[in-house]
């Protein structure tokens, strides 16, 4: 059965699919020595070689891996940087016939819980808003909240051209300036949980992302630190996306 290249590809660990598209646009991709264009579709036994960015690739079916990892505040999630800053893959273990991708990502002044994988189907819908993984942080707040800001919250606030709310909002303590709360979405836009609290004059200090669907951030796991899952957690990864 012929699939979409940028779905072999990335299943391939050579990039997500959103990478991939943006090669294929930019002409950067051969196979078998020709140009590819987007959509275009092949048998997985067709593809002999792949030229990505002048670099040959072999398609080798690797096993797949999942890893933690703890990000430090300072760093951004981009493979490169021109301003040289620390980046989240700097600190990754290396893959012979793949890439880590990044599922989803945290802004530089967000710490915690970053997923990477080796397999492009997975990170597609662990990111998919059509399968409902829940993301959870937990944010020290600046600013007077009132039960009507919080419902608010839930309720769904109209940001660029979608509504965004939090899916839960729990007050883990209750200090008269510095607040912290554990919230939830069940998406993943950029800086959404910043741009909601910011919408309500609510000033966020510190954010940190504590849970990623059903992997929580290890205690014991230092910041710029990672681990690898076992094929249990992998497994039940799987399963929660229906793979």
Not at 29 to 51: D, M, P, R, T, Y
Not at 141 to 160: A, H, R, V
Request: charged residues 25%; glycine residues 6%.
């Amino acid at each position: 059965m012929k699939e979409r290249i940028q779905k072999i590809l990335s299943n391939f660990g050579l990039g997500s699919r959103r990478t991939i598209e943006k090669k294929i646009h930019q002409k950067l991709i051969k196979i078998n020595g020709q140009i590819v264009s987007l959509g275009q579709s092949f048998l997985k036994n067709e593809i002999k070689c792949v030229l990505l960015n002048n670099k040959k690739f072999f398609l080798k079916k690797n096993t797949t891996k999942i890893i933690i990892y703890n990000k430090p505040v300072g760093e951004i999630c981009t493979k490169k940087d021109e301003k040289k800053r620390n980046t989240v893959f700097d600190k990754l273990p290396k893959l012979l016939y793949s890439k880590w991708i990044s599922v989803g990502r945290l802004d530089i002044n967000t710490s915690g819980l970053l997923l990477f994988t080796n397999y492009g189907e997975l990170a597609y819908r662990l990111m998919h808003p059509r399968y409902m993984i829940k993301r959870e942080y937990l944010v020290k707040i600046f600013g007077k909240i009132s039960k009507k800001k919080i419902l608010t919250l839930k309720k769904g606030i109209k940001i660029g051209s979608s509504i965004s709310k939090f899916y839960e909002i729990l007050s883990i303590n209750n200090q008269k300036k510095n607040k912290w709360f554990r919230v939830s979405l069940l998406q993943g836009k950029n800086r959404e949980v910043r741009l909601l609290w910011n919408s309500i004059g609510i000033q966020v200090n510190k954010l940190i992302r504590i849970s990623y669907g059903s992997i929580l951030l290890p205690r014991n796991l230092q910041k710029g630190k990672f681990i690898e899952l076992n094929s249990v957690n992998i497994k039940n990864i799987f399963n929660s996306v229906n793979l």
